[in-house]
């Protein structure tokens, strides 16, 4: 089969990505910024993109990392974007084009090669739309889909199988919705991407403790999340308690993060797997949490942090902070932490 052989090559399975037209280099310099110091050069047809490793005659990849710049020079791309201290790996078969941010480039340029996955505006006679739900138009509502009474779904969204819309929800237009995703209790922005499996608007983790036991605090709030967030499979994000829990624009969530209640998490935050952030903490813009990191409730973590993986944060970060391990400290404290504890594995074994 043609698509199997394809696939073997390293191109994207045409099963699932459907690509568009080739583009001259002329039209994916305009796309990217890059530039290129032969314009002799720009009539030459570039017809997909590939990694480094598994590009071929035609195609063009990136290098950002200078750990893969040897495989530059074995490379059989037609094309790559690089930085200019890499020009000296570039074989003669191919065309450097040379930008700052070569992985950047190389993103923009893919999103034009690959078109998002498309839908057909139609609402499944499976799914169950309450009669009070305002259903924005060109809209896509899959089989087992329920919207509750009094939803606003904006238009052209669409919302995946088995997803649960409950009572009062707003959607805002564009927004795609996985499938088996519920949520309640909140205001969804414009242009969102939740994928399968999230959960937002549950109930936080709160209650009083007596001696007969749990006492629960009821949690009166809501999750307002902003436009152009995307929230990873599988992720949940409590309502707040009395305050909402808040999401800003533009915020990238990945799978399997907790986020608890009256947490306010800024714009273009970037937050990875396995995060959990207790409530109550409040998260400057733009800032990054790496994997499996857990922070403390009640914190207030300035703009532009920086926190390493699996760090455990239970202070208060000044904006520009970068900080590592657990406790958290200074990144360069953290290094240093690490490096003695290294060196006294070394001692001991020379005691032996």
Sequence with gaps: MKWLKDRSKGMADPRFFKKRKPLSVKEIIRLTGATLKDSSMESTIISDVASISTAKEGEISFVENRRYASQITSSKASACFLTEDLLNKVPKHMIPLLTNSPRRAFAKLSQSFYEKEGKTPKVSSKSIVAKTCV????????????????????????????????????????????????????????????????????????????????????????????????????????????????????????????????????????????????????????????????????????????????????????????????????????????ANIKSLGRRDLRRK
């Design 135 to 338: 259903l924005g138009a060109g809209c896509r509502i899959d089989p087992g889909v329920v919207l509750g009474e009094f939803c606003e779904i904006g238009k052209d969204c669409w919302i995946g199988s088995n997803s649960v819309i409950d009572d009062g929800v707003k959607i805002g237009d564009r927004t795609r919705i996985g499938a088996n995703v519920s949520i309640s209790h909140s205001e969804v922005g414009a242009d969102c991407f939740i994928y399968p499996g999230v959960r937002i608007g549950q109930p936080g983790f709160g209650f009083e403790v007596d001696a007969a036991g749990p006492i629960e605090m009821p949690q009166l709030g809501r999750v307002i999340i902003g436009d152009n967030v995307e929230i990873g499979a599988n992720t949940t994000i409590d309502r707040g308690a009395g305050p909402d829990t808040e999401i800003g624009d533009f915020t990238r969530i990945d799978n399997l993060v907790q986020i608890g209640h009256n947490v306010r998490i800024g714009k273009g935050c970037i937050i990875v797997a396995q995060v959990g952030i207790s409530g109550s903490t409040q998260i400057g813009d733009q800032s990054i949490i790496g994997g499996q990191t857990g922070l403390a409730g009640h914190l207030k973590i300035g703009k532009q942090v920086k926190i390493a993986a699996q760090s455990g944060v239970t202070r208060n970060l000044n904006d520009g902070s970068i900080v590592g391990g657990a406790p958290a400290v200074p990144i360069e404290d953290f290094r240093r932490q690490v």
